[in-house]
């Protein structure tokens, strides 16, 4: 964990995105008068959808059965009232 001062931190900060950035450093804290009051960290990409499809997948159950009434549920639709 790196801690930098918050003047030195404006000072540099294009360095130290460029550091966040490469990998060079994980996480920088930024400190007033010697007291934590900022963390600068990678930004965490959201995953794109075509990956997000099954994330639930251990979570949910779906029953053998599920498809029995299909046939009655298209049927039900071609009924006139």
């Known amino acids: 964990m790196d801690y930098t001062d918050v ?3 404006s000072l540099n900060l294009a360095s130290l995105i460029e550091d966040i950035e490469i990998g060079r450093r994980q996480e920088v804290i930024i400190a007033r ?4 009051v900022a963390c600068l960290v990678p930004f965490a990409r ?10 639930a997948k251990a979570h949910l159950a779906v029953p053998d059965e599920i498809d029995v009434l299909n046939d009655e549920i298209v049927a039900s639709f071609d009924r006139k009232e």
């Open 7 to 9: 003047s030195e931190a």
């Open 33 to 36: 008068d010697g007291q934590p």
């Open 46 to 55: 959201t995953t794109e959808i075509e990956r997000r499809i099954g994330v």
